[in-house]
């Protein structure tokens, strides 16, 4: 698996991180991708499983993209879009969804948060 550096466009847009891999895949063999977004600051720790990815069955490309929503729309401030693009036998499959952006301050659950901070659930 050799990683593959965003694009010049990709560099240049506001919130947008890049994830891609060309994948050489051994006859007989498959990779599957599994995505999950882990937050370490600030404590305590969190994270976001996306959910199996894809799967791999012959050399192609793997790619994650994450978005802040307010680069996409000012509406979806607090969100971040998610996207994985596979690439092989000369087709492509997509998926993505929308989640809560991970990175947003938050407090545990029964504490007080501080003003200008927003309570998220946890769980």
């Known amino acids: ?4 550096p965003p694009t010049d466009v990709e560099k ?3 919130g947008l991180e890049v994830y891609r891999y ?3 895949v051994p006859a007989g063999h498959e990779v599957e991708f599994f995505s999950r977004l882990y937050i370490k600051k600030p404590e305590p720790a969190k994270h976001n499983y996306l ?3 894809g799967v791999l069955p012959s050399d192609g490309v793997f790619e994650l993209r994450l978005q802040k929503g307010e ?3 000012p509406d979806a401030k607090g969100n971040l879009r998610w996207d994985v693009r596979m690439e092989f036998d000369g087709g492509s499959t ?3 969804n ?3 952006d991970p990175s947003r301050p938050w407090v545990q659950l029964g504490v007080e948060p501080r003003s200008g901070l927003e309570t998220i659930p946890c769980g």
Do not use: H, Y
Not at 1 to 4: A, F, I, L, T
């Open 12 to 14: 240049r847009t506001p």
């Open 71 to 73: 680069a996409l729309n």
């Open 22 to 24: 060309n994948v050489k």
């Open 98 to 100: 929308w989640i809560d």
């Open 51 to 53: 959910g199996a990815a």
């Open 1 to 4: 698996m050799q990683e593959m």
């Open 94 to 96: 997509i998926s993505g």
